[in-house]
């Protein structure tokens, strides 16, 4: 593999709150290609979207606080670039796509503005009539009908899936060489989000940008995603290509959250959930955080004792537990196919 | 804004929802108004603030364009002809001196215009940019400059200009920017709240993602957020300057004889006889002061719910 266009490593996010230091984020590595997809999934609270806005330096500090870590893209480290050098990359490079697009874009001011504001706060020459003519081509590249009049409107005028083009729109405006996309269907009905999803797909074919694609749906993440890190209580448990971790996960979360997806190959009836909570992320833990509510290591030692490295089980798939072996005994060879490097 | 029609054509099918037309219209045709022309209406609407903006313009006609076509001398001494009452050749009568009353009412509201709308500019421009600053940076500068306003607040500011006036020698400019000074804080407070609470909006922080520094933040977000405040403490800060003007010249402190002021014309008043018996000398000055406070606040409180984006 040649150079990664952003490599993370060992990123650690932690948060003062009155009840004592919160480990948002502990410990994450990954890298992400040129042009690749990288999905991003988890339940709530386990530091996807701590890990993207850190990235970005959009963590509130204090009392949010990069405790570790570097991230490096294209060479330079976000984590301890100058500020200046920080709003040249943010929307310039790396482009932002925002969860709830009726709160992520200004109510008083018209759409056409907003959008050509991501496009003058980097070309300061740009005239303010030429970057509303390229947010008109921008809104009708994103599927918009009838930009013209749309630029001239104000987000509330916009329908929910309108709007989270226009927001997709403010984040190609640039060409950016990374899109990160924060849950951007979460907060969209399902026939929009497939809508949107499509869209985004287009968008990130057309301007080659890689795209951290954070969600909660596995669903998602096996539609578009190549790539796939799972993450719980800040660490990531597993990662790999998404057809080797759907058709043989290695970590028990994996397999909890495949088992507790409905299917239509399987004729049971009930779900299976995965028992218990997400674990108090105030206490430091020492083990696998997983392990109160795993299957395997509930009953083990070392699971409680020893935090299990994220290690490599076939290439390009790493999972993070001890006895990952246990779980990938039932279909090996499956473990080799879909793998890319 | 601007005043052109946002008249968006037939919508097509795929453009669903129309703007939710106001409740009182009662128009047959759906027309998209720009929000400039919804202001406006609201502001019609309010037959207080309509009133306040006549009165408010005619003052502002009498005192500035008026002395351009007639002949008004506000300095012209006629000893044989003193405390006239009202009459053809003097509209408001002559003071103690023989000077024209109504010459001098008229530019006196120069000076105490003048003077009030240059302090709540001086007070206003201070009072945004230091506010906006507070809330956008946060941390100690913040903390500085709040308790810089506090430190503003606790000052009884009449004394500090009589001090000032003491130090200095009284003058308009001492007096435009003393007052200024004073009146900083209240709309710093105003505008860092404004600003502290839409920093953490989340378009705040798309506008970071997409590389907006913290000098656009602030002009292009968190100030314009603020301006339906601005305006309306600009006025009451206008009313609030005309009025310790008034208070500060009456006691020899602000504007200095022989220029007129509506403070110092009421100086007169301080004696008696004049209160008793000469009242042209002080009730035309008096009611024009009360007039002109009340106008810019029943204006001010119109603007208010015009601008206010949040009724739209």
């Not at chain 1, 150079?3 to 502990?26: E, I, N």
């Not at chain 1, 020893?306 to 290439?315: I, K, Q």
């Not at chain 2, 504007?255 to 002080?282: E, F, H, R």
Request: glycine letters at 10%; hydrophobic letters at 45%; aromatic letters at 6%.
């Amino acid at each position: 593999m040649t150079q990664p266009l952003l490599d993370v490593r060992d990123l650690a996010v932690q948060f003062k709150t009155l009840d004592g230091l919160v480990h948002a984020v502990d410990g994450v590595s990954f890298t992400v290609a040129k042009g690749e997809i990288l999905g991003v999934v988890g339940e709530s609270g386990s530091g996807k979207s701590v890990s993207a806005m850190s990235m970005l330096g959009l963590i509130p500090q204090p009392p949010g606080r990069i405790a570790a870590g570097s991230v490096l893209f294209e060479g330079t480290d976000l984590l301890r670039a100058s500020k200046r050098r920080m709003r040249q990359i943010r929307g310039e490079q790396i482009g932002m796509i925002f969860q709830d697009p009726m709160t992520a874009l200004n109510p008083v001011m018209r759409v056409g503005k907003q959008i050509a504001e991501a496009i003058r706060t980097h070309h300061r020459r740009t005239s303010a009539d030429a970057a509303l003519e390229r947010a008109v081509e921008l809104l009708r590249l994103v599927g918009v009908p009838q930009p013209e009049a749309r630029v001239q409107q104000y987000p509330h005028q916009f329908s929910g899936g309108m709007r989270q083009r226009a927001m997709i729109a403010m984040a190609i405006a640039n060409d950016p060489s990374l899109l990160i996309a924060d849950e951007p269907t979460t907060a969209l009905d399902v026939t929009i989000q497939a809508q949107v999803l499509d869209m985004l797909r287009r968008a990130q074919a057309e301007t080659g940008a890689a795209t951290i694609f954070i969600t909660h749906d596995l669903g998602v993440v096996a539609e578009l995603a190549e790539r796939v890190i799972v993450m719980y209580a800040g660490r990531i448990m597993e990662s790999g290509a998404v057809r080797t971790i759907f058709a043989n996960p290695r970590h028990p979360y994996t397999v909890g959250l495949l088992k507790s997806l409905p299917s239509l190959k399987r004729d049971s009836q009930i779900l299976t959930p995965i028992p218990g909570n997400p674990p108090n992320l105030l206490q430091p833990i020492q083990g696998c955080p997983f392990q109160p509510r795993c299957e395997i290591g509930r009953d083990r030692e070392v699971c409680s004792t020893t935090r299990p490295p994220l290690a490599d089980v076939a290439p390009g798939h790493a999972s993070a537990c001890h006895f990952s072996d246990e779980l990938g005994s039932a279909a090996p060879a499956a473990a080799s196919t879909g793998v890319t490097s | 804004m601007s005043l052109g029609t946002d008249v968006v054509g037939p919508s097509g099918p795929l453009l669903g929802e129309p703007a939710a037309p106001p409740p009182d219209s009662v128009s047959p045709v759906l027309r998209r108004r720009s929000p400039f022309m919804l202001g406006l209406r609201r502001y019609l609407h309010n037959w207080l603030a309509v009133a306040g903006a006549i009165v408010l313009l005619a003052f502002l006609v009498t005192v500035f364009i008026l002395p351009l076509f007639m002949h008004l001398d506000p300095y012209a001494v006629d000893l044989t002809h003193s405390r006239q009452p009202p009459g053809p050749g003097h509209l408001l009568g002559t003071d103690g001196t023989g000077r024209d009353v109504f010459a001098r009412l008229v530019y006196g509201g120069r000076v105490s215009m003048g003077v009030g709308l240059a302090a709540a500019g001086v007070a206003i421009l201070l009072g945004s940019l230091l506010g906006a600053i507070a809330g956008a940076f946060g941390g100690w500068l913040d903390t500085v400059i709040m308790r810089a306003a506090d430190i503003f607040l606790s000052f009884p500011s009449t004394v500090v200009v009589i001090v000032l006036a003491g130090v200095f020698g009284p003058s308009v400019l001492m007096l435009i920017v003393a007052l200024g000074v004073f009146e900083w804080p209240k709309s710093g407070r105003v505008v860092r709240s404004v600003v502290v609470a839409m920093r953490e909006r989340e378009f705040v922080q798309a506008a970071r993602a997409v590389g907006a520094g913290r000098g656009w933040l602030i002009s292009r977000h968190l100030l314009p957020a603020a301006l339906s405040q601005i305006v309306v403490i600009f006025t009451l800060t206008v009313a609030n300057c005309i009025l310790q003007e008034a208070a500060l010249s009456f006691l020899g402190l602000g504007v200095q004889p022989p220029t007129p002021s509506w403070g110092n014309m009421l100086t007169d008043a301080q004696s008696i006889t004049v209160i008793n018996s000469m009242p042209w000398l002080w009730v035309p000055p008096g009611v024009a002061v009360a007039l002109m406070v009340l106008c810019v606040n029943f204006v001010g409180d119109g603007l208010r719910d015009a601008v206010d984006p949040r009724q739209r």
